[in-house]
């Protein structure tokens, strides 16, 4: 192959469009690159190592790769054709079927001596091996873009016709142009009704004329210079990072630690070609409203970027805007945005001193008109089996019954309100600020303000214990009742949250139990749910629902675990299904069983046990020592009565890791039983005796974890 058909050049593929959908628009530039690279690189026309590097605005995606080859090198070929005694006639000559498939793959002029044959283990099949020459750029460039087109992870497809007024096409926005350049050479290529060219589109508002591309090594810097157009989505995030930090820096303020805040930097970089941060700020009035509103309003409504205190974390009457224009002088821009967020701040304080003229505790009855689910009854029906669960778990755990009893009856109050309507996401929120007007009690008012989050992340003490009945409350009740009218979640589709609710109230346990609250209750999880479920209507919930919620809970709680540790540990000890607040401790047990050096052999004989008394548990009896016969049997059963008690009473209390170093004494006598002692003797007594004395060993030794499982 000569050495311009080697020729290696770099490669530019744009499509411009209409504004694409900002939150998916960094996934879609990067799948638009990985799959034309895929095609390319499938081709033999660019190497393991070539740079790729993607680029993603509002109104365009594109890839320029560094190195691509005009055409690969010849690529040797394996032809599977078909079976020898079909293409081979009787006289040994090329059969009409051979000559029929050999030329619709292009190989018309091979002649047998040309074909191998290979066996397949069954028959002997003949086979057309050789060079096939390398693939042209040319002619895979449109593939290629088709590939990647048709491959974006596009959050929804609009279709719009093209401008012969006759086809239309589908695609994540109507698309108005293409850039295809390798090197300073522009390669023919179609899609989505559009010809392949050298020119490109500036900044909507700050260039005047379309931009023609010198070369495909050209674009960045002719968009970002003559087009004021900064393309790499990378580059236009960290430079709105540090205009961010830079105008916090100038103002002594912050914009947050919440989460809210990156994932509000990506929405805006992929709203800006050419960002510019400008500062706005609103009458300090507005601050009487509760800061989550404003803040909510800011972020949600207008992508501005809220300012903060740095000390006390404050919201200030500050914020930033990131503009898609850079002026000389902003004044207008800021004045427009300051006049944009005006209204807005004026409803969310409209709202806030509206809903507070009601008492919330007046607005429960009013929930009987909003439906929970059609199956479950209304908002006012779901309070009261709160409130019964509420009281329930205060009982049980030693809190004040009335109190948890209100925080009950005021957690869905402020639906109905006009700031929760406005904002959804401000639910549980606007009930604490509205409660605490009312002059409820501060731990009702903390039950309110917590009971949607994910999950209880600190020990539970005297003043969150109130919103941890309520969190416990509200979670039992609707993994019982929705996973018992049939919406159990399925593959990822879980529309109710019941994973995140089995994790939250598996998280409520916990922290009980680190702050102590199970010293002196016996809070059990089946009791929970059986109680959850016997405060809906009779026929509603489906059979089976509290072992299927168990199983549920104990799952999601093995899949967390699994992540800490080794996986045979943690389905030794939830294969039980023990009491939540012990998992934790039974593990830490097992761990520390495990690094015994009698934990192999004692595991082990658990599992051998298991199986014999899985294999006969009908012929199980009542222990005889009268039946032993061998010193071996006796002395194992004389270990037991003496380690069993000891690990019993260290169970009991609490002390796991104790009781498995009790009964790892018992590893000798064990292994002498199974050395000198054939369990199933001819004589039925005396085998049935023998398999009793090992269900009286299993059961002493399975009681933390089930031993067999770390064998």
Not at 656 to 675: E, H, M, Q
Request: aromatic letters at 6%; one cysteine or more.
């Amino acid at each position: 192959m000569s050495d311009q058909t080697m020729s290696t050049r770099p490669l530019l593929v744009e499509l411009q469009t209409e504004e694409l959908p900002p939150k998916a628009l960094e996934k879609m530039g990067v799948a638009f690159a990985e799959g034309i690279a895929k095609v390319l690189r499938d081709r033999h026309l660019i190497a393991d190592d070539v740079v790729i590097t993607e680029y993603a605005t509002p109104r365009r995606l594109a890839v320029h790769l560094n190195a691509v080859v005009e055409q690969a090198a010849d690529q040797p070929f394996s032809e599977k054709l078909m079976p020898a005694k079909v293409g081979i006639d009787a006289e040994g000559n090329m059969a009409a079927p051979l000559k029929k498939r050999l030329d619709s793959k292009g190989l018309g002029h091979l002649t047998l001596a040309d074909l191998e044959t290979q066996s397949d283990g069954k028959q002997d099949y003949l086979y057309a091996n050789g060079m096939a020459t390398g693939a042209k750029l040319v002619d895979v460039i449109n593939e290629a873009i088709e590939y990647a087109v048709t491959h974006l992870p596009i959050p929804k497809v609009m279709r719009y016709q093209l401008n012969d007024g006759v086809t239309s096409v589908r695609f994540v926005r109507p698309a108005h142009g293409l850039v295809v350049l390798w090197g300073t050479e522009v390669l023919p290529a179609q899609t989505l009704g559009l010809e392949s060219g050298r020119t490109t589109l500036g900044h909507r508002f700050m260039c005047d004329a379309p931009i023609s591309l010198q070369s495909a090594d050209s674009y960045v810097e002719q968009l970002e210079q003559s087009g004021w157009v900064v393309p790499s989505y990378d580059k236009r995030r960290e430079t709105i990072r540090q205009q961010l930090n830079a105008a916090c820096e100038q103002l002594n303020a912050s914009l947050g630690s919440d989460p809210e805040v990156p994932a509000l930097l990506d929405e805006v970089t992929a709203l800006v070609e050419h960002p510019t941060v400008y500062v706005g700020e609103f009458d300090p009035v507005f601050l009487e409203v509760p800061s989550e509103c404003l803040i909510l309003t800011m972020r949600l409504n207008q992508r501005y970027f809220p300012l903060f205190d740095p000390k006390t974390q404050a919201l200030t009457h500050q914020f930033l805007i990131v503009s898609n224009m850079h002026v000389s002088d902003p004044s207008h821009i800021i004045e427009g945005n300051q006049r944009v967020i005006l209204p807005r701040l004026a409803d969310a304080r409209f709202f806030f001193d509206t809903d507070r003229k009601q008492p919330l505790a007046d607005r429960v009855d009013s929930l009987e008109n909003s439906v929970y689910h059609n199956k479950l009854g209304s908002q006012r029906v779901r309070v009261e089996r709160l409130r019964r669960l509420a009281v329930y778990l205060a009982q049980q755990l030693g809190a004040d019954a009335v109190l948890a009893d209100r925080a009950a009856l005021l957690a869905k109050a402020d639906l109905n309100t006009l700031m929760v309507g406005e904002f959804p996401e401000l639910q549980g929120v606007m009930g604490a600020y509205y409660a605490q007007a009312d002059g409820e009690a501060p731990q009702v008012v903390n039950a309110l303000r917590h009971q949607y989050e994910h999950r209880i992340s600190a020990p539970v003490n005297a003043e969150s214990l109130i919103a941890t009945l309520l969190f416990l409350a509200e979670r039992a009740e609707t993994l019982v009742g929705i996973w018992g009218i049939g919406l159990a979640p399925t593959g990822e589709r879980d529309p109710y949250a019941l994973r995140r609710a089995a994790l939250g109230l598996i998280s409520a346990f916990e922290q009980l139990k680190k702050g102590g609250y199970f010293a002196q209750s016996d809070l059990d999880l089946r009791a929970l749910l059986e109680f959850s479920a016997a405060g809906f209507e009779s026929g509603v919930l489906a059979d089976g629902v509290i072992d299927e919620v168990m199983s549920f809970i104990y799952e999601r709680y093995r899949n967390q675990l699994a992540q800490s540790y080794d996986r045979k540990v943690v389905e030794a000890v939830l294969s039980l299904q023990p009491p939540l607040q012990q998992v934790n401790a039974r593990i830490a047990a097992c761990v520390d069983f495990a690094q015994r050096p009698e934990a192999e052999s004692l595991a082990a004989a658990n599992k051998r046990i298991s199986n014999l008394l899985q294999r006969n548990s009908d012929a199980i009896t009542a222990l005889n020592p009268a039946l032993f016969v061998e010193q071996a049997e006796k002395d194992l059963a004389a270990t037991i009565d003496k380690l069993a008690p000891v690990a019993q009473q260290q169970f009991d209390a609490g002390d796991f890791s104790a009781s498995l170093a009790t009964l790892a004494a018992a590893k000798d006598p064990v292994d002498s039983f199974f050395n000198d002692v054939m369990v199933m003797a001819e004589d039925p007594a005396v085998r049935n005796n023998r398999l009793a004395l090992l269900q009286q060993l299993h059961q002493s030794m399975n009681q933390v974890a089930d031993l067999s499982l770390l064998a």
